[in-house]
């Protein structure tokens, strides 16, 4: 055993453990789901992605090094509305609030909450009449 693996703290592995059961019951919550449901079944390697947003919040919350991706241009092409977004956050709320600690919880939701708006901003920069988020044509 090295000095630096000494000094990582057990809570990392707990961490690391709660992060999965967050992202897998987040998902899990898509199943059956009238608005997410689709997009889920879009995912061609469902384990791989999972493993990839693992990797994110693992990222996020922990600081470590397992992600090198950018999480926007993924989502670029996919049939997203604003809607997804709300239903995306509410379920995602349920997964952290159930399965994070109650730190990593508040900042995990935080997190999400700033890309959801970063992520829309991106997809949808014009509003509509009704001051609705509007898709741009990416033809």
Do not use: C
Not at 112 to 129: D, E, R
């Amino acid at each position: 055993m090295t000095a630096s693996s000494a000094a990582a703290p057990a809570h990392d592995d707990d961490a690391e453990a709660a992060i999965e059961r967050m992202v897998r019951r987040f998902y899990d919550g898509w199943a059956g789901d009238a608005l997410l449901d689709p997009l889920l079944r879009a995912l061609p390697h469902l384990e791989e992605h999972l493993q990839i947003i693992i990797d994110f919040w693992s990222r996020q919350l922990l600081g470590t090094d397992r992600y090198q991706g950018r999480p926007f241009p993924p989502h670029w092409k996919l049939d997203i509305e604003p809607d997804h977004f709300d239903r995306w956050m509410e379920l995602f709320a349920g997964a952290v609030k159930a399965e994070l600690p109650a730190d990593l919880a508040e900042t995990a939701i935080e997190k999400a909450g700033h890309m959801s708006v970063a992520f829309q901003a991106g997809l949808f920069p014009i509003k509509g009449p009704d001051g609705r988020p509007m898709k741009l044509s990416r033809a």
